[in-house]
């Protein structure tokens, strides 16, 4: 992307022109006639994902002409920039500078952009073009222009401390960095490198929002980005692969006898089967965009292991002495072996400080959804009634502890808290009474069967790749939910392309989807095929034929392709948020996910799981039905 652009200079130039025809308005006014500069035009849809992946702010040479920015297009999709900006002014009205895309800026997938402050000075330093400069030095680079609603001055990066800034086409944040003694964005901040080194994301697509995402890069290399890390995770063997599930705010010790907010702690627990990640998910106390309690980031690479907890305390080391050993994670550095959790400042920029009279405690999603909350005493944010507010010593306890009605029910005073651990054990049902047997002649007693445990994730249940009629019309596959609460599918895709970037399909589910508490879900690929053969309307669609069926939209970053089940061997993987894999199954001539892989069946036949709600891993999980009747099974 970073080669000297030849006529695109004169592109721009008759862009800008058309543009500055249209955009351009006459108002009058008693002193006489003003000219108003609009800003391009405002999207209002979720932006590709932009991301700034390196800031070189204290070049070798001359300030700041030596200076630059690089910018990486993570999607599969090309980018359209014009309605970007970037600069060091952080707000608007700011004395520093912004600067806005020239019309028709284009980014392909998963390629990275330069721009210069000064392009000369960058190609004398580095013996290529930047794709952009701020200020103008060579006729065939394209240079970027002020964007004075938001700013009027000029860029020139502190090396002390100061800020990047991404705007998106609706003038909101798509991403940005401070370092040094600017803890604007990011508190703390990004550590500031030595002279003539950048500032570079790492791994280049992780971005937690928090200066873990940062390092310093003693060798820049403008323009070069590589985006394998995260590759897609590998379907799990033996060892777990942290993935993305349920967390659940499981215990709140709000009300510690000692020292407030020192000795307060709360604690999360994965009732998943699988290992899941907290990379990028926060806790705090405060409810809303803004407000001056604390919200806080995970640190990447967090997860928690399967059906475990971890906990947060305020302060580690007041953890430590009282409890015996010390925390999973801190919100003030106390112990130098405990990872801390970094202030999230797009949420709020205060201190968590849990009040014993009534407040809450939040779980945000990587995109700030609300994932789970608690409320106590005069706060109904959660609960309402809300649950009663502890006394000294006692904390608030999920129970059980997978347990997830969103109500007050869910949750108990406990009066011996325990940290880290939860209380697994089944509610005491009462006895009912049974008449008494008379002693007969003993039967022989049966040798127990050990019933495996249910899945603690969603499953693929069962997959029709062969139909008897057209295909792929005629495909379908199952998905069952085996827990005892309701799944959002917001952020779920299922589809056979086995890999990121690969030509099969991938496709996401509507929003605000969602699957019962042991419920079945249809996706067809053909709605009218599907209700035509089997007398009834699927729950989802691929291709958009019956008008009251919800269509599964293709996942582009992903794949572009369809899906077009191969009856000799292909692949059906199910992927969660962040794109983890949640279930897979392979078949005949693939063993991509099961090796040995699931058995070929004959056309009209589908694979089945059986039991429908156990998860070996392995082509055991799995049998021929001849008879399929969507959605439920024959064989549970």
């Not at 008759?14 to 025809?21: N, P, R, V």
């Not at 308005?25 to 006489?32: E, H, I, M, N, P």
């Not at 070798?60 to 600069?87: H, I, M, Q």
């Not at 291709?543 to 992903?558: E, M, N, R, S």
Request: proline share 12%.
């Amino acid at each position: 992307m970073c080669n000297r652009p030849g006529q695109q200079k004169i592109m721009f130039i008759a862009g800008s022109l058309l543009f500055a025809a249209a955009f351009f308005v006459s108002l009058s006014a008693a002193q006489g006639t003003w000219r108003v500069y609009l800003p391009l035009v405002t999207r209002r849809d979720p932006p590709p994902p932009l991301l700034i992946t390196e800031v070189l702010f204290d070049p070798s040479g001359d300030e700041p002409a030596g200076e630059w920015v690089e910018l990486y297009n993570a999607s599969t999709s090309p980018l359209d920039l014009s309605a970007y900006k970037v600069g060091d002014a952080e707000s608007a009205g700011k004395g520093e500078g912004m600067y806005q895309f020239p019309p028709g800026a284009q980014l392909p997938p998963q390629s990275a952009v330069v721009v210069a402050n000064n392009a000369v000075a960058f190609q004398v330093a580095y013996g290529f073009w930047p794709d952009y400069e701020f200020n103008e030095s060579d006729p065939f680079v394209p240079t970027m222009r002020k964007y004075l609603w938001w700013a009027s001055g000029n860029i020139n990066l502190s090396n002390t401390g100061d800020e990047i800034l991404l705007l998106d086409g609706s003038d909101q944040p798509a991403d940005a960095l401070s370092w040094g003694s600017s803890r604007i964005f990011l508190d703390p901040s990004a550590s500031r490198p030595p002279e003539g080194s950048s500032l570079e994301r790492y791994p280049a697509l992780e971005d937690s929002n928090t200066a873990a995402d940062w390092r310093a890069q003693s060798q820049p290399n403008p323009g070069q980005v590589d985006p394998r890390y995260p590759t897609p995770t590998p379907w799990p063997t033996a060892t777990a692969t942290p993935a993305v599930g349920r967390v659940l705010l499981s215990e709140v010790y709000l009300h510690p006898p000692e020292s407030e907010p020192a000795a307060e702690w709360l604690e999360l627990y994965n009732p998943e089967a699988y290992a899941v990640t907290l990379s990028s998910l926060k806790v705090g106390d405060e409810e809303s965009i803004g407000g001056g309690e604390g919200m806080y980031a995970f640190p990447a690479g967090s997860l928690i292991p399967p059906q475990s907890a971890v906990v947060v305390a305020v302060q580690g080391a007041v953890f430590s002495d009282t409890w015996g050993f010390a925390p999973d994670y801190e919100l003030v550095d106390t112990l130098p072996d405990v990872p801390d959790l970094a202030k999230y400042a797009p949420w709020a920029g205060g201190s968590l400080n849990l009040s014993n009279s009534g407040d809450e405690v939040l779980l945000l999603a990587w995109d700030d959804s609300l994932l789970d909350a608690v409320s106590w005493g005069s706060s109904t944010f959660a609960f309402d009634p809300a649950l009663p507010a502890p006394s000294a010593g006692e904390s608030l306890e999920r129970y059980p502890p997978a347990a997830d009605t969103d109500t007050a029910g869910d949750w108990r005073l406990q009066g011996n808290p325990a940290p880290g651990q939860v209380d697994t054990t089944a509610p005491t049902a009462t006895p009912v009474p049974t008449s008494t047997i008379t002693p007969g002649t003993p039967t022989a007693t049966p040798t127990p069967t050990a019933t495996p445990a249910p899945a603690g994730h969603l499953l693929v249940a069962a997959v029709l790749y062969d139909p008897a009629g057209s295909e792929p019309d005629g495909e379908w596959l199952v998905l069952h939910n085996p827990l005892t609460v309701s799944v959002s599918l917001d952020g779920y895709k299922v589809g056979d392309e086995e890999q990121a970037g690969g030509s099969e399909g991938m496709y996401a589910f509507p929003v605000s989807s969602t699957l019962e508490a042991g419920g079945y879900a249809v996706i067809a690929h053909d709605g009218a095929v599907f209700s035509a053969t089997w007398g009834f309307a699927p729950d989802y669609e691929l291709v958009d034929t019956l008008p009251g069926v919800p269509d599964l939209q293709k996942y582009t970053p992903w794949s572009g392709g369809s899906v077009q089940l191969g009856n000799s061997g292909d692949e059906v993987l199910l992927l969660g948020p962040y794109d983890a894999p949640v279930d897979a199954l392979s078949w005949g001539n693939s063993s991509v996910f099961l090796d040995p892989p699931a058995p070929d069946v004959a056309q009209g036949h589908s694979l089945e799981r059986y039991p429908p709600d156990v998860d070996s891993d392995t082509a055991a999980d799995w049998r021929d039905q001849p008879a399929p009747t969507p959605p439920h099974t024959l064989l549970e």
